[in-house]
């Protein structure tokens, strides 16, 4: 016997968070530096293109920007503008950066509830360390940056490390995302996803759960998505 909780009750094992856009408002903050980028290169970023980066690595991100400028991919002139714009997003991050709504209260909720913890995101690890002076480290029992696996999302990669140093199967874990990229590598990753859009739409698909707002969010709540996803699957 476990106790007095079911083993229903005690899963998901684990809740992954995203970063931009799920629990900082730093898709604006980026929307920034990106377009600034493209000015120091020459251009000015499409909307198409900016709206195709949310939720990306840098090296995709870099890619669609010279693509969408028309310049050809010079690995000296990208390396510059990765540097470029690194910088001035680390202004931008350094001079603190706006909560989701209801994000602080759920990232304190789901520890409470006494789940495991991973922040899972694209951003560098650089940005990331500045990122965290504004959410905070507590939060989180791992982190996983994008320089730190061999792809970036939307491949399962990001997910699939945030698991293993959790010491957790990936399927019996909860991701919350708001990007079709960060729910599309949670999902084939294998982990149930919770998806908050901010940005963009993201469309519905058998591993996923829609909710309008991280405010409010319950434990329950989180069980329920866990439990809707692995029934979809079954199914």
């Known amino acids: 016997m476990s106790g007095p909780n079911t083993y229903a009750e005690e899963l998901p094992a684990a809740v992954l968070w995203d970063m931009d856009g799920t629990l900082v408002d730093s898709e604006k903050v980026w929307s920034i530096s990106l377009a600034e980028t493209a000015r120091w290169l020459g251009g000015e970023l499409s909307s198409q293109a900016r709206e195709d980066m949310i939720g990306s690595n840098m090296a995709r991100t870099l890619g669609l920007m010279f693509e969408d400028l028309g310049l050809d991919r010079d690995p000296v002139r990208m390396a510059q503008a990765e540097k470029w714009m690194t910088e001035r997003t680390g202004e931008l991050f350094a001079a603190g950066l706006e909560w989701r709504p209801g994000a602080l209260e759920a990232l304190r909720m789901v520890r409470a509830a006494g789940w495991p913890t991973a922040l899972v995101t694209n951003t560098e690890r650089a940005l990331t360390e500045l990122a965290l002076e504004t959410i905070g480290r507590e939060h989180f029992t791992v982190t996983v940056c994008g320089d730190e696996v061999p792809h970036g999302k939307p491949a399962p990669d990001p997910y699939l490390r945030a698991a293993e140093l959790l010491g957790v199967p990936v399927q019996e874990c909860v991701a919350v995302e708001d990007s079709p990229t960060g729910a599309t590598a949670a ?34 709540d989180v069980r329920d998505a866990y439990a809707r996803v692995r029934a979809d699957r079954v199914a």
């Open 187 to 220: 999902e084939t990753a294998g982990a149930a996803v919770l998806v908050v859009p901010c940005e963009v739409p993201v469309p519905a698909g058998p591993g996923r759960v829609h909710r309008r707002s991280l405010a409010g969010l319950t434990a329950d």
